[in-house]
């Protein structure tokens, strides 16, 4: 809007130090046009309006002469300090020589410049939520009973431990040979960073000056590669992370994710791949020695080579130095480690593929069942399960195994193509002590001690004697039961028909049922116990009737077999038509070794999972049988073995028992027998597994009576044969 000044000009303009100021009469300041404006009288809002927009437009030319002035200055400063090439007043070379004003002010806008950068830098880099999936993927470890080292499973040999867990000499062995400053640097060594530039533009390649934070960043977080922006990357994570995390969290997670060659990562897996134990056994020398290995594995692994060697005993009697030198071991303990602590040869937990492999698949079906774990989460690693598996027992059982192995294929090279041992041991409390599941899981996984394929044949007996001696017999349908005990007799004789109270039990064909006696032999009256030790399968068909084929398998059962293995309620059921495992047949006679009692077969003694116990269900013992019932199946068997094999029995001196097993199809020959609350199972039998599961004649390969190749097994097994 045009403002016009009245004729007679502005108020008070013509008073000396007043011009502009406000007046009492005249004119007020914005009346204006031809058509004339309302009058705005000082103090209204429209004159505050005016007031305020012309203090408002009063300020601007201020602004921008300060503006101006500040521009002004600036480049003032910058015409003085800009380089002028050449430069006035000067000769020669100095004439491009930067004055040490112009100098200066570079160095100062550089690091300027440097600081802005990193500190942006270290705004933007975030740390990520997930770890590196690779260095939180653990494996699973198996023990033996004893404790030691058995095998593992997972692709990552990794086991993660707290950091509570790990010794104070293993914790600062690690830190005097890699970062002894840990505990009061910013998570970055400008030294260290410093050096390994030098080395970097000397050599082409990044290496050195890391801290722990920054190993551990590298070892979650980012990859293994050299490079400028890895480097940088690196360590604005780990100024981060230091700020983030507590130094025991970081130390705690670089010791379980670091390599230490020999497949293994993480503090704990070394110790058990150098040592054979866990890190809670280290002391402070073997520490020394595994904190070298972070330098690379495959510089000072001892067992590679001899120069090897020699750089791992150096760097090992130079970590320990450093120890002292930092307070962290005393000069008398320094003192006490004169002699290189020499590691294993070989990772004692590498797979062998062998019997190994199942022994792992079958404690691994227990640890799920009983632990209560998915298998997702078992996938996941970290557990470490402690098998029943006695090593000694597992060596000599699968010792005698290949020894009848060997022995087949010289006999019939055809036939035993397709020969199958299956074997295991169970204590009397339920222990699964050893197996053998095949001859290589490589080849079969097909676990031949776990197998439910063959019959049992006349090593049922003992079952349906115990269900007799339990329950009594009936002789007819209304009457009550008799109760019958060793010295009981029954017919002993061959083919000798089977009956009921009605008459002769007859098959779904028509005909008449009846047993058959190993050789077509017949015994004429004989008492029960003589027949459970001479094994005459007559006696036993016709007793299971008797009792109740209900009974016997209800016995059956409650002694530890299957329900899923039992056979059907035909008097074949007594005849051993039952196809239990080797492991369910020796847990079934451990009962009788145990009094009568029955513990189901395990193979897990405790889980853990990165050293804290999971809860797992533990099978108790419960009465299976009569203790007197026990006691006399029990004496049975031990005069069954001192009958068949008189020499061992002196030799055992009374102390085991145990009868063969034949099939009336000779596809399946069983050895089952006790010594000292163990009850050991041995089954030989033929299937070409490439056509199906159907059992194939054994061809002479399970032996004689007199020379049962699964007794010479058995015998071996135990120590009672050469």
Known sequence: MQLRIPEGGIPGGGRDGAAGAPSDAGEPEGSGSSGGSPAVSPGSRASRRAGAGRRRKASRPVFVARVVAVAVVA?????????RYPRPGRVGWRRWVPSWRQAGGAVLASFGLGFLSLGFAYAVTDIPENLNTYATQQDNVYFW??????????????????????????????????????????????????????????????????????????????????????????????????????????LEGYLNTSWFGRGTYGIQRAAQAYYGKDVSGLNASEAAFLASLLKGAGLYDPTLSANNRARAVERWRWTLDRMVEIGKLSPEERAGYRTFPKPLESNPLYNTGEQSDYLVELATQYAKKTAHISDKDFDRGGY??????????????????????????????????????????????????????????????????????????????????????EHGVRKSRDGAPEPVTGETLYTGDDKVPVTTPEGPYWDRSGRKVAAKNDGGRSYGQISLHRALALSVNTTFMQLGMDTGLDKVRATARAAGLLPSSLGAQVPALSAGSSTPSAIRMAGGYATFAAEGRHTEPYAILKVTRNGHEVAADVPGARRAVDV???????????????????????????????????????????????????????????????????????????????????????????????
């Open 384 to 469: 470490q399960i402690y098998t029943t598996f006695d090593k000694k027992r597992v060596d000599q059982l699968t010792k005698a195994v290949n020894k009848a192995r060997d022995e087949a294929r010289k006999k019939n090279p055809v036939a035993a193509k397709h020969v199958h041992y299956g074997a295991a041991s169970v204590a009397a409390d339920g222990r699964i002590l050893a197996i053998h599941g095949g001859p290589d899981h490589r080849k079969q996984g097909y676990n031949e001690s776990n197998a439910t394929t063959v019959r049992a044949g006349s090593a049922f007996q003992p079952f349906v004697y115990a269900a007799a001696l």
């Open 75 to 83: 480049g003032s400063w910058v015409r003085r300090v800009r380089p």
């Open 628 to 722: 007197e019932t026990a006691a006399a199946v029990q004496s049975a068997l031990t005069d069954a073995f001192r009958t068949a094999h008189p020499e061992a029995a002196a030799a055992a001196g009374g102390a085991v028992a145990g009868k063969v097993g034949t099939t009336e199809d000779d596809t399946a020959a069983w050895y089952v027998g006790t010594e000292k609350k163990v009850s050991t199972a041995v089954v030989v039998y033929r299937i070409d597994l490439a056509k199906s599961l159907e059992p194939l004649p054994l061809e002479g390969l399970g032996g004689t009576a007199s020379d049962s190749v699964p007794y010479g097994i058995w015998a071996r097994a135990l120590g009672h044969a050469g």
């Open 145 to 250: 009973a004893d404790g030691t080292p058995m095998a593992r499973t997972g692709w990552v040999q990794r086991q993660a431990v707290e950091l509570e867990d790990v010794p104070e000499d293993v914790r600062w062995a690690v830190l005097a040979a890699e970062n002894e400053s840990f505990y009061s640097d910013p998570g970055i060594s400008f030294k260290g960073l410093s050096r390994a530039v030098f080395r970097t533009l000397g050599q082409g390649s990044t290496q050195g000056g890391s801290t722990i934070t920054q190993q551990y960043v590298k070892n979650v977080y980012l990859s293994q590669e050299q490079t400028y922006s890895r480097k940088f990357t690196e360590a604005m994570m780990a100024l981060k992370l230091d700020n983030k995390m507590s130094k025991d969290e970081i």
